[in-house]
Nanobody, 122 residues
Framework: VQLQASGGGLVQAGDSLRLSCVAS????????MAWFRQAPGKEREFVSV????????AYADSVKGRFTISRDNAENTVYLQMNSLKFEDTAVYYC????????????????WGQGTLLTVSS
């Protein structure tokens, strides 16, 4: 499975942006999908997760109410809609796929995208 994340860029605080992650292969609809991020000098942290059907989602407290995760299984794509962006959202964002389900720990996930950089100017 290969994951290709895109959509990052340079935005101003308060702006919105949508990240996309396209997966290869035919089993995408069975995977739990998640977004993680890693800011400069910090460890990778959980952002959001969505189960295989899209009916169950979860968010880190820091993004709850501002970010929305969704997926389109017909397009093998998971999205992260980010609104009201803050300077502290600046990070490289990674999508991840879990064959056995979902969770908040990076260790749950089997496949990772290359990351897409989001920079929020204050």
């Amino acid at each position: 499975v290969q994951l290709q994340a895109s959509g990052g860029g340079l935005v101003q605080a308060g702006d919105s942006l949508r990240l996309s992650c396209v997966a290869s292969g035919r089993a995408f609809s069975t995977y739990g999908m998640a977004w993680f991020r890693q800011a400069p000098g910090k460890e990778r942290e959980f952002v959001s997760v969505i189960n295989w059907s899209g009916r169950t989602t979860a968010y880190a407290d820091s993004v709850k109410g501002r970010f929305t995760i969704s997926r389109d299984n017909a397009e093998n794509t998971v999205y992260l809609q980010m609104n009201s962006l803050k300077f502290e959202d600046t990070a490289v964002y990674y999508c991840a796929a879990g064959v056995r389900g979902t969770g908040y720990s990076a260790r749950v996930y089997d496949y990772w995208g290359q990351g897409t950089l989001l920079t929020v100017s204050s």
